[in-house]
């Protein structure tokens, strides 16, 4: 059963070292990441999920201690989904690797210095279906006692003209609408979201959210928004479900 969830952002410059200069302007969101997932320890969970958007059409399990890199990003900085049991038995860097969603979720939980629960990953594809994310969910929660979600993922990339989607003005209200959502902990709204509207303003995000839409279905949880800026003309909201 899911008894709490955290809602963050997944872009890789919440990582410092690749914001450089810029790092400063998202020390209100690295925060409220961390007080978001304070609520998921507190929950003394059986296992925590994370999930965010993936590759590919469909979906993909990443086991506990999966690695992956920001090399790609120009810093030598590598993450591990959890601790292993040994450094034998996690996967080796040269081995399948985290999406970047879930690579940001690792280095998050590392630097909270997460050690609370077993941990695995989910990345999930774009095209998925509101019912099909739904079910996904209802299999998480089912998964034991006491489950925990971590959920990555940007809302629209469309508001600014420097936006990574150029200005949108539905992005906005798109926006404002999943912002209360998860304030609310509103699962119907959550289901009912545009996948249209969500695919146009390039919103990462809408997969991951509906996944936690079936988890949380009857888990009867109170929502908390602790974060809803828009630097670099991309939503970014942190939120809390327990």
């Not at 601790?83 to 940001?104: C, M, N, Q």
């Amino acid at each position: 059963m899911l008894v709490a969830a955290a809602v963050c952002p997944c872009p890789p410059l919440l990582v410092p070292e690749l914001a450089a200069g810029a790092a400063p302007e998202l020390d209100a969101a690295r925060a409220a990441c961390t007080d978001a997932l304070g609520v998921l320890a507190a929950a003394r969970p059986d296992l925590l999920v994370v999930v965010g958007p993936g590759e590919g059409s469909g979906h993909a399990a990443y086991p506990q201690g999966t690695r992956s890199t920001f090399r790609g990003f120009g810093v030598d900085i590598d993450v591990r989904l959890g601790r292993a049991e040994g450094d034998a038995d996690a996967p080796a860097l040269t081995e399948r690797r985290l999406p970047s969603s879930l690579a940001v979720a690792a280095w998050l939980l590392e630097r909270t210095g997460w050690s609370d629960a077993p941990i695995e990953g989910l990345g999930v594809g774009e095209p998925l279906t509101a019912e099909r994310c739904t079910d996904i969910g209802r299999d998480i929660a089912a998964r034991a006692e006491r489950v925990t979600l971590l959920v990555m993922g940007d809302a629209s990339a469309c508001r600014t003209l420097k936006a990574p989607g150029y200005l949108d003005e539905r992005a906005a209200p798109f926006d404002a609408s999943v912002a209360r959502a998860l304030g609310k902990a509103d699962v119907s709204a959550l289901k009912g979201l545009d996948i249209e509207l969500a695919r146009e303003l390039k919103a990462s995000g809408r997969v991951p959210w509906q996944v936690l839409a079936g988890a949380a279905e009857g888990a009867g949880l109170s929502g908390t928004l602790l974060y809803d800026e828009a630097p670099y003309g991309v939503g970014y909201l942190v939120a809390t479900w327990s």
